[in-house]
C-alpha cells in the first residue's frame, strides 16, 4: 500500500472530508488544500501534506480530485491565480466531482486540455452519510478511456460509478435526476396532502400509491408525510438529509441548463420557485421533503 | 354456480364490456343496460337480460355495478326519471365504479342510503387490456362492514381490490394517485428531454434514473422516450395505453377537489393545463406519455 | 318618491348593507331579509320592513336583489325550502348581485323562468367603499329587454352598470377580469422584487413600467411595494382593500370555469395555488397587493 | 454641424441600422463596424467610414455605441481580440443598447473602467418602427455624471432617456418590464378566451377589462385578440411586432437574473416556459401576443 502514490484533494468541506478520508483508508497519500486553513488540519495532525494552493497540489500530485461548492470555486481553483492550471503536469487527471454547470465542465475540460492533462466531470449522488460510509454514487463524464482510471480512485469513495459519456454529461444526468426528484416530492406531496384532505389515512395512501402508477422514490423509499416511514427526514421533524438550499440550487442549474439549450420544463422551472421561495421562508436547513409542511394548510398558524 | 344471484350491469362501454364478461365468466348471471342499446346485444345474443332502464336493473338485482364515463352520467343512472333508485330494493348493494367527483358520490351514498340500501365507490385503476383480463385494481369507499360483499364481486373482475375508507375515499384514492401519475410522467418527460438536449443517450439516462431517487413508475416502468423501453405507448407511437383526454378528465377531478377543499396543488394545476393544452394541440387520443413529444423542441417542424 | 314600489334585498352583508342604504337614499322602500336576524335590525329601526324568509320577500315585492357570499347561498336563497322560488310573482325581476359560478347563474335563470319571472346576473367590482359611495361596477348578464328595469335599480347603487350579454355573462366578466387581475398583480410584485434585487429604486421603476409595455393596473394605480404610492393597500401595512381570501375564492371561480369549459389557464391556474398558499400562510385578511410582501425573501425572518 | 466629432457605432442589424441613420441626420460623422461587411455598405456609399474591427472604431472615435443581439457578441465586442478595449482612449464614453444579462453589463463596466474610460448600459425598448422614427425609450445604467453626453447621443435616436441608475440597471429595469409585459399579454390571451368561451363577445370583454383593474397594456393598446383592435399585430395575422424568439430570449434573461439573485419569479418562470414552447410549435417568428392564438382550442385542427 505504501508504494501509491499520493493524490491531490482540494475542497475539504462535509462531503469532501469524509471522502478524503476513504480515500486515505485504502492507503493513498494525499496532498491537501482548503481555502479555510481549519479544514486541513485534521489531515494534517493524520500526517497528510498540506499545501496553500490548488497549483502547488498540482505540482506534487498528478491525481487530483476537487469537491466545492459552486461554480465559481471551481473555475477560481483550476484556471485562478494559484489555480491548479499553474502547475498541472502533462497527463495529469484531473476529477471534479462538484455540482456545477455543464457548461462551466465543458469550459475547463478545454483548458485542461490545452495542458495536455485530462478533466472528468464527477458529481455525487448520496449525501453526508453515504459520503462517510462509502456509498455514493458518481456520474462520470469525460474520456471513456480515462473512466477505469477514474474508476480506481472513485470506487474507494462509492458503490457506484456510473459512466455517463463525454464531458459534462456527469453533471448533465446529476441535475436531470435531482430534477425529476424534485417533481416527484412535490407531486407527491400534493397529492398526500389532498388526499389527507378528502379523508384518506396517509399510511393506506402511501400504500395505495407505492402499488401503482403514483409509485416514486419520494412515495415508497422517502415519503414527505410524517409518520407514514420511519428513519427519514419527515419522521424527524425534517432534519438531517438534503437541505431545501441544496435543492434549490440544484434546480438553478436545472433551470439554466434548460435556457441555454432551449428546453422546455414546466414542472422543473416552477419546482425551482417553489424551493426557491422555501429557502426565503425559513424552509432552508430542512430537509427538501418538508415541502409537505410548505404547502399543508394553517401549518404556522 | 347456476345458484348465484343476478348481477345487475349498467354501462357496458370499453371498459364495462370486458368487466361484465369477467362476472359472467365467474357464473353471474347479469341484468343488463346501457344508454346505448347496441352495446347491449353482444350481452342478449349470450343470453342474458337486457333491460330499458336502471330503474329496472333495480327491480331485478339487488347487487348492482355501475360504469359510466362522468359524474353527470352518473347521477342520471341514480337519481334520473328512470333511476335505480326509483325502484331499489332495501338492502341493495350499490358499486359505482366510474371515476368521478368523490362529492358526487358521497351526494349519491347518502341518497342511496336514504332509500336502505348500501353505497360503495370502486374506482378502477388499469386500462382496457387489465379488464380485459381480469386484473384490474379497485380502490373501494363505503362502509366497512360491506366491503367483503363487495368483493365477492369486484374480485372477479380484479387482482387488486383495496378499501380505501369512508363513501368517496375511493374516488380520492384514484384521483390523488393520476395526479402525481400525472406530474412525475410530465417530470420524466422534462427530465429525459433536457439529458437529451445536454447529450446524454437516453437509455443510459434512463438507467441512471432507475437506480437513484428519480426513479418512478413513469421512468422504469413506463418510460415516455421512443426507443428506451419495449412494449410500451412510446414504442407504439403512443397508441394504446391511457389516453390524454382520460388524464385531463382525472386532472380536472384532482383540480376541482383542491378547490374546494382549498388544498394547494402547484404542479397538479400544472400538468392539469399541460394536458388541456395538449387535448386541444391533437393529443387527446395519444397515450399521455406523448408529453415527450409535445415538449420536445421542433417535434411538428 | 312616496310612491316608489318597494324594493326586496336579501343579504344585507358587508357589502349588502351599503348598496341597500343607497337603495332606500333613492326612495325605495324595502323588503328585508338575511339568515342573520341581527343584520337586518338597522334596517328595522330605519322604518324597513323585515321579513322571515327568502319567499316572504317575494310574496312582498316584485324586485328582489340578492347579495349573498356562495353559489350554495344563492341556491338556497332561490331554491330552498322557503326560498324565492316559492312564492315568486309572475313578471318578478330577480337580480342576483353575488359573485358566483356562472354555471349557477345559468340554472337559477332557468328555474326562475319556468315560474315566468326574470333573472338577471349583476355582480359587481369595486369594494366596500365603492358600496358606500353608490360607485360599484355592476357587470350584467339577462334578456337584454330587461337591462333597463335592471339599470334602473343597480345606477342607484353603481355608477357603472354594463350589459355583458346573456345570462351568466355578467359573473363571466367578473371573473375574466378578476383573474387577470391576480395575474397582473403578481406580476407586478415579481417585477418590482426582481427589479429591486438588481439595484433599481422601487419608485423610479415604477415609473419605467408605467410608461413602458409593462404598465397595468397593479402597476399604475394599486402598486404594491410600499413606498411608491400613497393611499393604497400597500402604504397601510396591506390593510384594507381587496382581500386575499376573497381573491381566492374568485380565482376558484375561474378554474371551475376553465375546467368546465377546457379552457387552457396556465397562469390563472398558478395565480390561484399562490393566493391559496397565502390563505394558508397567514395572509388571508391582508389586501391581495401583499403577495409582494409573500414573495420578498426573508420578510418573516 | 460639421465640426461634430464622429461616433462609433458597432452593430448594424435590423435596430442597428436605422439608429445609425438617425445619428447620420443629427450630423453625427459615423465610424463603422459590423462582423457582416454587408451590413456596412450601404453607410459606405453613404461616405461614413467602415473600419474592420472593433479596436479600430476606437481608435477613431471617443463616443462608441454597440448594439448587438447577445452577451457573448457584446463580450466579443468589448473584450475580444480586437476588441474595443484594445484601443479605447482614455475617457471614452462606451455606450452599449444591447440587451444582455445586468450582470455581463457589469463585467463589462469594470473592465472599461481599468483602461479608464465609461461604460453605460442602455438598452432600447420599441422595435424597429420606433428605431426608424427615433421613438426609441433609452434605459440607462451608468455614472450619474455621464449621463448628460448619454443622453445627447440617445436623444437623437430615442425620444425617451430615462436615467435608471448604477450599471446594470437599465438591463434590470428592460428585463423586468419585459417579464411584466410576457405575464400580463398571456393573462390577457387566457382572460380574453376563456371569456369567450364562456359566452362574451370579445369586444365588449376587452371594453370591460379596460375599464376595470384588469386593464393593461397588453389589453388596452396591444390586445391579442384578432377583431378587437385595429393596426395591431393581432389584426395582421401576427405578423410584425415583437417576435416570440425575442420576447424568450428576454425571458431567459430574466430568468438567470432571477435565479443568481434568488428572487422567486412563478409567473415569470412559467411565462418563460410558455414562449420557449411556442418557439418550438411554429410561433417563433410570430408577434408575441400569438399566445392567445397558442391557447386557444383546436387552433391547429
Known amino acids: 500500500m505504501a508504494s501509491k502514490t499520493p493524490v491531490g484533494f482540494i475542497g475539504l468541506g462535509n ?55 459552486t461554480s465559481i470555486n471551481a473555475v477560481e481553483a483550476y484556471s485562478g491565480t494559484n489555480g491548479i492550471l499553474k502547475k498541472v503536469k502533462k497527463g495529469s487527471l484531473l476529477i471534479d466531482s462538484s455540482t456545477i454547470d455543464p457548461s462551466v465542465s465543458k469550459e475547463l475540460a478545454k483548458e485542461v486540455e490545452k495542458m495536455g492533462a485530462v478533466f472528468m466531470d464527477a458529481p455525487v449522488s448520496g449525501g453526508v452519510g453515504a459520503a462517510r460510509s462509502g456509498n455514493l454514487t458518481f456520474m462520470v463524464g469525460g474520456v471513456e478511456e480515462e473512466f477505469a482510471a477514474a474508476q480506481e480512485l472513485l470506487g474507494c469513495m462509492g458503490s457506484n460509478v456510473v459512466y455517463c459519456g463525454a464531458v459534462g454529461t456527469g453533471q448533465a444526468a446529476k441535475i436531470c435526476n435531482n430534477m425529476l426528484l424534485a417533481i ?118
Open 184 to 301: 416527484s416530492m412535490i407531486g407527491t406531496a400534493e397529492a398526500m396532502n389532498l388526499g389527507i384532505r378528502l379523508g384518506l389515512d396517509p399510511k393506506l395512501l402511501a400504500k395505495i400509491l407505492n402499488m401503482s402508477s403514483g409509485r416514486c422514490w419520494s412515495s415508497d423509499t422517502y415519503n414527505p408525510v410524517p409518520g407514514v416511514m420511519d428513519g427519514v427526514p419527515s419522521a424527524n421533524n425534517y432534519q438531517g438529509g438534503f437541505g431545501t438550499t441544496l435543492m434549490a440550487k440544484d434546480l438553478g442549474l436545472a433551470q439554466d441548463s434548460a435556457t441555454s439549450t432551449k428546453s422546455p420544463i414546466l414542472l422543473g422551472s416552477l419546482a425551482h420557485q417553489i424551493y426557491r421561495m422555501m429557502c426565503a421562508k425559513g424552509y432552508s436547513k430542512k430537509d427538501f421533503s418538508s415541502v409537505f409542511q410548505f404547502l399543508r394548510e394553517e401549518e404556522n398558524f
Open 15 to 69: 462531503m469532501g472530508n469524509p471522502m478524503a478520508k476513504n480515500l486515505m483508508k485504502h492507503g493513498y497519500p494525499l496532498i491537501i488544500y482548503d481555502v479555510f486553513p481549519d479544514a486541513c488540519k485534521e489531515f494534517q495532525e493524520a500526517g497528510e501534506q498540506v499545501v496553500s494552493s490548488p497549483a502547488d497540489v498540482a505540482e506534487k500530485a498528478d491525481r487530483i480530485i476537487t469537491m466545492l461548492p
